[in-house]
């Protein structure tokens, strides 16, 4: 019982790890403990545009665990130019750490999840991908680009990031979002 | 697809609602989303102590969206003498409403789930109440009795409110939690 009470108390600096989107209702970045939160019911309110083999109860823990290791390397914006595979691997370290508090049969149960999502191989994962892509989008959509302008990011660069997980994922997801985003570029709302 | 997300977008109002439990890692209340995810992975961390029959993903499911009512009634310290009947009437209104905004089917879905939990007639609902009323405990535990002290509320007025659905819905977890508890009174950490 201690070390389940002991990973729940590590979890809370999830959320203080801010991510560089806001929310829509106050003028702060949103943490990635929310962000997890909000994924989850992103994903089950679009179960009806899954692949119809989709276990849903498997993406909600996908998205519930795959931020975890953020405690130790913080939130990268997912348009950054960045040494993707450097910071997998440091996400991997920091989940050995924050799942082993755990008794390791559970330990292993949630590692596992956290690799099925970052290798994308289930449809499970890359519909939890696309989700996951998504939202800071829908954000962004609901908010004149804030995290876009804010960070010079591209219409170019967005589309470059996201569409192919999200067309693969979830192709209705990419269709209802392409047309957002080429009215965003005609609004203005891109860096870059 | 767009009910759906006018849905997910009205769900970032949850980041807004604050509770009376500060975030371990800041001096800031926590919000209802972020706890909502913090509740989920214990109520699955704790899935070892639950009655055999449990279903946990309907319990983390319970447990995603219990609070959402709260976007528009704002958050009661589960302690205060307040008058639940009233609240929960009110939360009733607000689920219709928020839920409301996704498709039929899946607003019927989501509304049964809010009045399982609220009904407690179910192992899952009644697992789900005991982490709900653990959770903020755990926090106090980990900051000094916070909001304990904070908002004048007794030893006496903590057990009265969580022993029976805590010791009802996951037995291991009171007699961790009771043991704690009677330390914390020792040190001083209640208030009233």
Redesign the interface.
């Known amino acids: 019982?201690?070390s389940?009470?002991d990973?729940?108390?590590e979890?809370?600096?999830?959320?203080?790890v801010t991510r560089k989107t806001k929310?829509?209702?106050?003028d702060r970045y949103?943490?990635s403990?929310?962000h997890?939160?909000?994924i989850?019911?992103?994903a089950?309110?679009?179960a009806?545009?899954a692949p119809a083999e989709t276990n849903i109860?498997q993406v909600?823990?996908l998205l519930?665990?795959h931020d975890i290791g953020e405690i130790d390397t913080g939130d990268t914006i997912v348009y950054a130019n960045a040494d993707w595979s450097a910071l997998k691997a440091e996400e991997l370290t920091a989940v050995q750490r924050i799942f082993g508090l755990?008794?390791a049969g559970?330990a292993a149960e949630l590692l596992a999840l956290w690799q099925e999502f970052e290798t994308g191989a289930t449809i499970e994962a890359q519909f939890a991908h696309a989700c996951d892509r998504a939202?800071p989008v829908?954000?962004n959509l609901?908010n004149n680009g804030q995290s876009w302008r804010e960070n010079g990011i591209s219409y170019a660069r967005v589309i470059a990031r996201i569409e192919a997980p999200i067309s693969q994922g979830c192709p209705?997801?990419w269709h209802?979002l392409s047309g957002k985003l080429a009215q965003a570029e005609q609004a203005g709302w891109f860096g870059g």
Chains 1, 2 share one sequence.
């Open positions: 019982m201690q389940v009470i990973f729940i108390l979890l809370d600096k999830l959320k203080t929310t829509l209702h106050s949103e943490n403990a929310e997890s939160w909000q989850a019911l992103l089950w309110s679009l009806p545009y109860h909600i823990k519930l665990v755990l008794p559970q939202m829908l954000l609901a209705a997801l209802y």
